[in-house]
């Protein structure tokens, strides 16, 4: 069995930066491609980035340009680095293993690894 364990969050200021990690263990063989999702307070959990275990990357658009996923295959860890953040971007942030395949980009709600989130609040 696979567990995702999440690293970082906490309050920064609008325009500041956060880094986030996310370490994979167990039964995990590192050919599975990983990504981020948040969740707002009343709202739905929506696909933040992804990455593919070769190393493509996929963003959701208000994100691209300021936040940057990237892992460490060696750790089976997975990063969300955010800069210029702002006030929307205060969030409850979830990795996730991309198991089933894609279901990332196609069907989020089949996924079944989560890591336990972390909240991100960015202060004005």
Do not use: H
């Amino acid at each position: 069995q696979v567990r995702l364990v999440q690293t970082g969050g906490g309050t920064v200021q609008v325009g500041g930066s956060q880094r986030l990690s996310c370490a994979a263990s167990g039964r995990t063989d590192g050919t599975r491609g990983m990504g981020w999702f948040r969740q707002a307070p009343g709202k739905e959990r929506k696909f933040v980035a992804a990455i593919s275990r070769r190393g493509s990357t996929v963003y959701e658009d208000v994100v691209r340009g300021r936040f940057t996923i990237s892992r460490d295959g060696a750790k089976n860890t997975v990063y969300l680095q955010m800069n210029s953040l702002k006030p929307e971007d205060t969030a409850v942030y979830y990795c996730v293993l991309d198991d089933p395949p894609g279901s990332i980009i196609t069907n989020y709600r089949a996924l079944e690894i989560w890591s336990q989130g972390a909240l991100v609040t960015v202060s004005s």
